[in-house]
């Protein structure tokens, strides 16, 4: 057990500042004076380290305690996928944890520690919805992704551009529903949700991650004395959520059932988590990735855009279609996406809590961590780490074919977990890592199968607007 009086061992540098006002302080950094890369970066210059104690939202007054040693290169972030180090149970988002009336009293996976019982239940039980599906991902995707393209079609026909972000929504929500639900959620019947699904599930989210988030449409300020401010209560969304709750009650039997007979689970406890995990996790994950990926694509530049063209269409030639052996030939398309998950993370934080004294290691130094302390980790400065990656904050889609590109995989972590590993019911690592990476490929090849070449518009960052769209023409 290492201690700060071991040789090369330092205190963590940094401060919390006075009780309440120090975490205020730092809240008001990091949501309105600076921003979140910009509070860390003026931090790491301010300590000369990049692993030193600060206060992260929401803080107090209604909050729990703010205290975090963060971690912000690629040497020290891996501590928290060591579960021999680190304890996971109640830190998916982070220093704050909604309340479990979002999801019917239960503590959902996401928020289980492996030592758990319920967690390896609950792993398994996703692990079995992704295999008794995956015989419809690659047709209902092909699906969906048909539908999005005649909609963008026919908005660019009709006015000169089109917009992705709300079409992406309806899309990604199709497709799931469709896929693990046999159900389109817009048919009428029992429990149907029209075309409101998306909207009720990003309203549900919304809430939960309000104190720990930016919602981009009100003024800085204005959030900081209402949604960072207090806990938004569930009552605001309960009519929404119970919609998507009754409809995944009523078409989800199949998988229902399984939970039951083969893993244990209460009924009802299985179903708050197949909405959870379908809705939150997986929806939330590609409504929020995909639009990051179609703007790094489009940044990139035609030369790109007519080289993933060319690769994909010889694939789907080469193969007779675009299946998983097509797929898998296209090294480009592979590489591109790995890298927009390098450089932008769905998910970009990272929390445990020390389960002993330890000691954590960066490029510069090893600090002491006392047990019990929080660490968390920003995870774009990880993964952007000058030490680790060649012009580390430039969007090179070949960084990951060859040799070394393939090296460098280790140090892909947007999954909790380096991408080198592989999921198992003993780690956090996402359930749905190889079917998030699956399926973001398959929207590259898709959207240049239909398409040559796009441009978006550059003056919105919130919201993917398509300002030239050049159909495939061979």
Request: negative net charge.
């Amino acid at each position: 057990m290492a201690t700060s009086s071991a040789e090369g061992v330092q205190e963590v540098p940094g401060s919390y500042g006075l009780p309440v006002i120090g975490a205020i302080a730092d809240r008001f950094d990091y949501f309105v004076k600076e921003g979140v890369d910009a509070f860390f970066k003026t931090r790491i210059e301010k300590y000369n380290s990049t692993v030193f104690r600060v206060n992260m939202p929401p803080g107090p007054p209604l909050f729990p305690d703010p205290r975090v040693i963060i971690l912000l290169d690629a040497k020290s972030f891996p501590v928290l996928f060591d579960l021999s180090k680190v304890e996971k149970k109640n830190v998916f988002t982070g220093v704050y944890m909604p309340s479990t009336d979002f999801t019917g009293g239960y503590r959902v996976l996401s928020y289980l520690d492996p030592s758990e019982e319920n967690h390896t239940k609950l792993k398994n039980f996703c692990f079995h919805v992704l295999k008794t599906n995956a015989t419809k991902w690659f047709p209902e995707f092909e699906r969906a992704t048909g539908e999005l393209w005649a909609k963008l079609d026919k908005q660019f026909a009709e006015s000169g551009k089109a917009e992705f972000t709300s079409e992406n929504l309806q899309m990604c929500f199709n497709f799931l529903c469709r896929s693990v639900l046999n159900r389109d959620p817009a048919d009428s019947g029992p429990a149907s949700l029209g075309k409101n699904g998306p909207i009720y599930v990003v309203k549900w989210i919304g809430l939960q991650l309000a104190p720990i988030a930016s919602t981009g449409v009100l003024p800085k300020i204005l959030e900081e004395v209402t949604i960072h401010a207090a806990p938004l209560p569930f009552l605001l969304v309960r009519g929404d959520y119970n919609k998507v709750y009754d409809f995944f009650w009523t078409y989800g039997k199949e998988a229902l059932d399984a939970a039951e007979q083969q893993f244990g689970l209460k009924r009802d406890e299985a179903c708050h988590n197949l909405v959870f995990n379908i809705c939150f996790n997986t929806f939330g994950g590609m409504f929020v990735f995909f639009p990051i990926l179609i703007q790094h694509i489009s940044a990139a530049g035609k030369q790109l855009h007519a080289d993933l063209a060319e690769e994909v269409r010889s694939a789907i030639k080469d193969n007779g279609g675009l299946d998983m052996t097509a797929l898998e030939s296209m090294a480009l398309v592979r590489s591109t996406v790995y890298e927009a998950l390098r450089i932008e993370p769905p998910v970009p934080f990272q929390y445990g809590h020390a389960k002993e004294d330890l000691v954590v290691e960066s490029h510069d130094g090893k600090y002491a961590v006392k047990k019990g302390e929080m660490l968390g980790g920003y995870q774009p400065f990880a993964t952007r780490d000058p030490k680790v990656f060649d012009n580390p904050e430039e969007f090179l889609p070949r960084r990951f074919m060859g040799e070394e590109g393939e090296k460098l995989l280790k140090y892909v972590l947007w999954s909790n977990g380096p991408e080198t590993e592989e999921t198992t019911v003993n780690n956090k690592q996402c359930a749905g890592k190889n079917f998030v990476v699956m399926i973001s490929r398959l929207l590259v090849a898709h959207l240049f199968a239909h398409y040559n070449s796009f441009e978006i518009d550059p003056s919105t960052t919130t919201e993917v607007v398509f300002t030239s769209l050049q159909k495939a023409t061979s």
